[in-house]
């Protein structure tokens, strides 16, 4: 639904006039259509799909090639009972495997992955650069990605710098406040002889987490364990 109103929108501010990313997209593309005929175009497109908007379908393109296998499989007498799989594995690996490699080519690359691997290693984390790369590819599929791509293609790297070192101030912060009260709880808990099997859930309740906060190794952008207790 809303991929749909996306498209509606996009469609109409085309229509209107609107000088949208999408519509200065078309025009630098379609050097054969000026913007009055994308306008037209667009407008027709637009009365095309409100007239017949219940055979308006958008899917993914996996779910596309599925219908079309299918179909193809009914017209040879195929059974059409199995699903196409396209995995992608490969493919994003071995991309990753070229932009590490690329490191000694591109400075900028090179110092961000030193710093990605010094962040990991100051952590006290496993440094697994390349599968963190690949965990972190499938978010160019989510939505949320593709909703703000162009504004985050266009962002300054040293502003992101710059942004990651104050989001890492902060959670540093934060995590000096939660060790604090981590103490606090672990004298009182101490001060009046409990212990955590005294409190619901026992060792996988509230009190055990809350002494578990004491650790400074502890991830604490890991909240489940959190939810759970609570």
């Known amino acids: 639904a809303e991929m749909k109103l996306r498209i509606l929108k996009e469609l109409y501010g085309i229509k209107i006039g609107e000088k949208t990313d999408f519509f200065e997209a078309l025009c630098n593309r379609n050097s054969s259509m000026n913007p009055q005929t994308i306008q037209l175009r667009a407008s ?27 179909n193809l499989a009914k017209e040879l007498g195929i059974g059409s009972n199995y699903n196409l799989i396209i995995d992608d594995s490969d493919i994003i690996k071995e991309t990753i495997e070229r932009v590490i490699s690329s490191t000694d080519k591109d400075k ?4 961000w992955y030193m710093d990605m691997i010094d962040s990991r290693v100051e952590e006290g984390k496993r440094v697994n650069v390349e599968k963190e790369l690949i965990d972190f590819s499938r978010n160019l599929d989510k939505e949320v990605f593709k909703r703000f791509e162009s504004e985050i293609k266009t ?34 808990f101490e001060e009046n002889g409990l212990i955590v099997d005294n ?16 650790k400074e190794n502890f991830d604490f952008r890991d909240k489940t364990y959190y939810q759970k207790a609570i």
């Not at 409190?199 to 004491?214: C, P």
């Open 44 to 70: 027709e497109a637009l009365e095309n799909i409100l007239h017949d908007y219940s055979n308006f379908n958008i899917q993914t393109i996996d779910s596309f090639l599925q219908k079309v296998m299918r």
């Open 108 to 111: 900028a690359l090179y110092d």
């Open 155 to 188: 962002l300054d790297k040293e502003v992101l710098n710059q942004f990651k070192q104050k989001g890492n101030g902060k959670l540093i912060e934060i995590k000096k406040s939660l060790i604090a009260y981590g103490d606090r709880f672990a004298k009182i």
């Open 199 to 214: 409190f619901a859930g026992k060792s996988r309740g509230i009190a055990n987490a809350l002494l578990g906060i004491r």
